[in-house]
């Protein structure tokens, strides 16, 4: 038998005390409060996270609001359903097209509304940093939707380069070049200033100033340059190590002044535009953007001073995302807004200006994840569930009656309160133990033993049932807990969809795509379809706290069941590892369409990998294997062992699964 496990709400005060609380799985319908799509859209903190581009519909169906609230409202589910009708398996990506060119627009209005409020002199030229997400139509929606406002592009490798130098052709857009560089590197930004585009040089190593000066000379052009400062004040969260005195890229203080004299001599330090910092990735905190931007501002009034002709700050990346909703600083959350985000950097860098009678400078930014993160999400249906069989042990059987170490056990289960679960449950464990050592030596009978067994689950179930009731919350519980929870397979890779849940814990919200007028009921940790034992998902957002252990979900009923991964645009879609030689994904582009009887267009089908590009990949030829699999088969033809026409359908087969995609087919 399965046991479903009760969604731990909010509990009567009368029921504190009641020694147990009955395992079975109540029937909603039966219940005095019926579970609403509010209740779904709260459970989910579907509001936190969703930035108003999700909502639950009176279907009780996810829906995508790629425009906020009133305009187009699209049920995934119907996407969902088109992609396998086009005979597109799952899992699959989504990309809302909408979503990124909203991100870019509210990103450049804002920056706009907040420098004409606070009376800024210069204006906002950001550039997105295309490593976030380097996919062809991610880069060109974003450009298309940035051209009203000169948005540019970062380069920080001499491929992106390339393909930044193809693609942003405005000659008021900037191009900001990070990275390492070589003197390739350096001439292709050359090249970019032939073609009158702002292609700025950003020094991020003493050792390319000299080789700037050299290839510039070379080649006869005055580059345009910036100066990436190290800064002391450090990010928090996860990314922190990318500022501060380790940090790998950036100069120091002295080293900046040093860099100033070097140009000044070389009758170059005119060409000193740009002061750079990034402090990392995903900063949680408001205080830190405020701190790193104010040792930003004084490096660029004080460089001013000494000659520089400084007229860009560029504050680098960090503008968080709300992955859990919280609102908070823990490390999946930001404290703040995109208003006060950009409110903070100006207002700080104005004072600064104005105190040292310096002109304030255009400010860029290069936010990546702020913009990619919301328009792309993962589809994936569960396969089916690994729940462990439980009898629960509710009574004493006539047989167990007669024994008292079963009733010694039975004393524990039916006497458990919030206060002493944690102490019931290791004298179960205990209990267990011995079971174990007296079933050897013959002394308790099968029964007895499977009895134990069950009491152990049957308290690991009523701690997570009743965790939010203990007053002790502790590690321990959450350990417990975890052991109650039913694994649902999950038709993904966690190495190629979401590589920064394995590398660094990082969540992302996941959710039912329908189902949401029933309440979920069961407590699931994910896992993938990889045969490494790290292809697990078993921590998820919570709202009160920093994370949960187990993610409610609906009980299967042989129906499809499909859940969605959230917020992957940024640095997870296109990252991914060929773990087990599960591929890229499908992809399919979706726009919103008023015209559309569904609100929606699939505009384009990227498919994934195919098992032959997997194992091309891999220096393997498909044909190769495919003669290597038929060589064997006609040994055994000859043999008599398969007969002939057998054999030719075994081989087609073979290579008929070489060109199809490499995870299940649904
Ligand atoms: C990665 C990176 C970014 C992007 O940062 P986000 O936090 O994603 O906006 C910007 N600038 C530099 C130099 C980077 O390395």
């Not at 906020?68 to 396998?84: F, N, R």
């Not at 405005?170 to 900001?176: G, N, R």
């Not at 917020?567 to 590892?577: C, K, V």
């Not at 773990?579 to 726009?591: Q, T």
Request: hydrophobic share 35%; net charge negative.
């Amino acid at each position: 038998m399965e046991i479903s496990v009760e969604n731990p709400a909010p509990v009567e005060a009368s029921q504190l005390d009641s020694p147990i609380v009955p395992a079975i799985e109540v029937d909603p319908s039966k219940t005095s409060k019926k579970w609403s799509r509010e209740d779904a859209a709260q459970f989910y903190n579907i509001d936190g996270w969703g930035s108003g581009y999700f909502s639950v519909n009176d279907k009780g169906n996810l829906t995508m609001l790629p425009k906020g609230e009133g305009g187009p409202c699209i049920q995934i589910l119907d996407i969902v359903e088109e992609i396998l009708q086009q005979h597109i398996g799952l899992p699959c990506i989504i990309r809302f097209q909408d979503i990124l060119r909203d991100r870019v627009k509210g990103l450049n209005e804002t920056f706009r509304k907040v420098l004409t409020e606070l009376r800024y002199q210069g204006s906002y030229r950001g550039v997105y940093p295309i490593k976030v997400n380097q996919l062809r139509e991610v880069i060109e929606e974003i450009l298309d939707a940035g051209l009203p406002y000169h948005y540019g592009l970062e380069a920080g490798s001499k491929a992106e380069l390339q393909v930044v130098l193809a693609y942003n052709a405005d000659p008021e857009a900037l191009t900001i070049c990070n990275g390492y560089k070589d003197s390739e590197y350096i001439r292709l930004a050359l090249l970019g200033r032939q073609l009158g585009r702002k292609v700025v040089i950003v020094i991020e190593q003493m050792s390319e100033v000299a080789l700037i000066m050299k290839v510039a000379k070379e080649v006869g052009i005055m580059p345009l340059l910036g100066v990436r400062a190290k800064l002391s004040s450090k990010g928090s969260g996860k990314w922190e190590h990318s500022a501060g005195d380790g940090a790998k890229f950036g100069l120091s203080s002295t080293e900046i002044l040093q860099a100033v004299e070097t140009l000044r001599e070389a009758n170059m330090l005119h060409c000193l535009e740009l002061l750079h910092f990034h402090i990392g990735s995903q900063i949680p905190d408001i205080r830190t953007i405020r701190e790193a931007t104010m040792e930003g501002g004084r490096y660029y009034s004080n460089l001013r001073k000494t000659g520089a002709p400084l007229k860009y700050i560029d504050i680098g990346g960090g503008l968080g995302v709300d992955y859990d909703g919280s609102q908070s600083n823990s490390d999946y959350s930001i404290n703040y807004s995109l208003e006060e985000y950009i409110s903070n950097v100006t207002d700080t860098i104005q004072q600064i200006c104005d105190e040292a009678n310096e002109p304030h400078p255009h400010l860029v930014s290069e936010s990546g994840r702020s913009i990619t993160a919301h328009h792309s999400c993962l589809i994936m249906n569960v396969i089916g569930s690994n729940a462990p069989v439980h009898a629960v042990p509710t009574a004493l059987s006539e047989t167990l009656k007669t024994s008292e170490f079963a009733t010694e056990v039975f004393e524990i289960l039916s006497k458990i309160t919030p206060k002493n679960a944690l102490g019931a449950y290791h004298d179960a464990l205990s209990k267990r133990e011995e079971a174990l050592n007296r079933f050897k030596l013959g002394l308790i009978s099968l029964e007895e033993r499977a009895f134990v067994e069950e009491v152990v689950k049957e308290i690991q179930l009523w701690i997570l049932r009743n965790k939010k009731r203990m007053k002790r919350q502790s590690a321990d519980l959450d350990e417990i807990a975890s052991k109650a929870t039913t694994q649902y397979l999950v038709n993904f890779s966690v190495f190629q969809s979401a590589p920064d849940h394995w590398a660094f814990d990082q969540l992302f919200p996941i959710v039912p795509l329908h189902r949401m007028l029933e309440a979920p009921r069961k407590n699931c940790s994910l896992v993938d379809i990889t045969c490494d034992s790290d292809g697990v998902i078993d921590r998820f957002i919570a709202r009160d706290q920093a994370y949960d252990t187990g993610l409610q979900l609906h009980q299967l009923n042989g129906r499809p069941y499909y859940l969605g991964m959230f917020l992957t645009g940024a640095y997870q879609d296109i990252m991914g590892d060929l773990h087990n030689l599960f591929g890229r994904v499908n992809e399919v582009h979706v726009f919103s369409d008023d015209d559309d009887p569904e609100d929606f267009y699939i505009q384009e089908i990227i498919p994934g990998d195919t098992i032959s590009s997997v194992v091309e990949e891999n220096q393997f030829i498909p044909a190769e294997l495919a003669k290597m699999v038929r060589l064997a088969v006609e040994e055994k033809v000859k043999e008599g062992k398969i007969k002939p026409r057998d054999g030719v359908q075994l081989v087609d087969f073979y290579e008929k699964v070489m060109q199809g995609y490499t995870y299940l087919r649904n």
